[in-house]
């Protein structure tokens, strides 16, 4: 069975900092690219952050330089540190991962910033 789990989301001021974690299955993490989707009250969902198996990242143009999506191969798990948070992250965050056409989504967790 496919489990993702976040955890860390919560309220901050705008310039603080938040570090979210995910917590996958192994069937869905090995090997795979690992996401961040984030999706605010009335907007689509959105992808922030992907990160490979073997390290290489993307990001959203809009958190360049301020997150940073790492993995811990050995424990199955898919971290995103956030800083300079701004009140336009706030957001539900949602780690994601695909097998082949399949979506597979976390509960999401809330980040909230505010101004």
């Known amino acids: 069975q496919v489990q993702l789990v976040e955890s860390g989301g919560g309220l901050v001021q705008a310039g603080g900092s938040l570090a979210l974690s995910c917590a996958a299955s192994?069937?869905?993490?090995?090997?795979?690219?690992m996401n961040w989707y984030r999706q605010a009250p009335g907007k689509q969902r959105e992808l922030v952050a992907k990160?490979?198996?073997?390290?290489?990242?993307n990001y959203a143009d809009s958190v360049k330089g301020r997150f940073t999506i790492s993995r811990d191969n050995a424990k199955n798990m898919v971290y995103l540190q956030m800083n300079s948070l701004k009140p336009e992250d706030t957001a539900v965050y949602y780690c994601?991962?695909?097998?082949?056409?399949?979506?597979?989504w976390g509960q999401g967790t809330q980040v909230t910033v505010s101004s």
């Open positions: 994601n991962a695909y097998r082949g056409y399949v979506a597979y």
């Open positions: 192994g069937s869905i993490f090995r090997g795979n690219v």
């Open positions: 990160i490979t198996s073997g390290g290489s990242t």
